[in-house]
């Protein structure tokens, strides 16, 4: 059928068409609900909300030490994700009972030295002293950044990264030491005995003077 004029077209009168039969009336379903307008609230995305969505996935890291959040993990970002609070405390308690135990062990091989050299004692003394100082001192300081981390204390926000800075600080001093203590098993095997570097003498030419030359 031809409806009403509804709209115009170069100021004269157009009319629509419907496919409906003749005086066919639209109703709605009565199981339907008069729709009815209601108030929404729309609240704004956080900052890392709004970044998830700009990567195209439902991921976002928290900056404090927490797990990541969402569905999936990027694989290049697996590697990071353990470094929580999880991890550095297993690898400050590891490194921690494995270098008392080096400290104990060279304590009672000093001990046991039969007179030792004036030079021997005090390597052996200044290597195990220094391995107490990191590990009372260091480590303590470690350790109570971690707490930090975890429980959200401190004058500062203590992140993962900031634990991963001052581990690997730290790690310097403790290859130093496992270098060290190479060297003072070294020393044992030959005996308490410091090998010296032969010396080696370099001949300077003998110049010659002017009348030899002329001869």
Known sequence: MVGPNVSTHHGEPTQEISFAPAGFIFTAPANLKDYTQTQTTVTALS???????????????????????????PAATTAEAKKD??????????????????????????????????????????????????????FAQFKGLV????????????????????????????????????????????NWVSETPKKITIKKPVKKSSEEDRR
């Open 47 to 73: 900052p890392a909300t709004a970044a998830s969505f700009s990567m195209g996935s439902n991921f976002y890291t928290d900056r404090r030490c927490s797990t990541p959040i969402g569905n999936t993990i």
């Open 85 to 138: 609070v999880a991890y550095f405390r297993s690898i400050l308690k590891s490194e921690t009972d494995r270098l008392k135990i080096i400290a104990e062990e060279w304590e009672e091989i000093s001990a046991n030295v039969v007179e030792p050299s004036p030079e021997v004692e005090g390597q052996l003394r200044t290597v195990v002293g220094q391995t107490r100082l990191l590990l009372s001192q260091r």
């Open 147 to 190: 707490d930090n981390c975890e429980f959200k204390r401190g004058e500062r926000e203590t992140t993962c990264e900031d634990l991963q800075g001052f581990w690997e600080m730290i790690y310097f001093q403790v290859e130093d030491i496992d270098t060290k203590f190479s060297k003072l098993r070294e020393l044992q095997q030959n």
